[in-house]
């Protein structure tokens, strides 16, 4: 069993930037590629990044490549969401998810309930 807990979500100005963590329990983090989902108001959840068990590979997708990045810390049992340039439309809250079986590539396309574990979520605003 792995808890995931996130943590860094707040109001920000447009341009600004916030980092999620998300803390993860146990002792086989490294063991799991790791994600970042989000779901606006009224909207799916959608995939933001994930990474890969080394933390040596990493996928975006296309509305955040350049202006975020996905990292981990397999020793903090962690892994973190850095957004620059935070724009109205990042307005969501943010989930992390772990996935034992898939790789970061296959998490990327997969659907949400293939995921092993979740986390309850923080809310980022961003204000224009």
């Known amino acids: 069993q792995v808890q995931l807990v996130e943590s860094g979500g707040g109001l920000v100005q447009a341009g600004g930037s916030l980092r999620l963590s998300c803390a993860a329990s146990?002792?086989?983090?490294?063991?799991?590629?790791m994600g970042w989902f989000r779901q606006a108001p009224g909207k799916e959840r959608e995939f933001v990044a994930t990474?890969?068990?080394?933390?040596?590979?990493?996928y975006y997708t296309d509305s955040v490549k350049g202006r975020f990045t996905i990292s981990r810390d397999n020793a903090k049992n962690t892994v973190y969401l850095q957004m620059n340039s935070l724009k109205p439309e990042d307005t969501a809250d943010y989930y992390c998810?772990?996935?034992?079986?898939?790789?970061?590539?296959?998490?990327?396309?997969?659907?949400?309930?293939?995921?092993?574990?979740w986390g309850k979520g923080t809310l980022v605003t961003v204000s224009s």
């Open positions: 990474i890969s068990r080394s933390g040596l590979s990493s």
């Open positions: 146990g002792r086989t983090f490294s063991s799991y590629a």
């Open positions: 998810a772990a996935a034992g079986t898939m790789t970061a590539g296959d998490m990327m396309r997969s659907t949400l309930g293939r995921m092993d574990y």
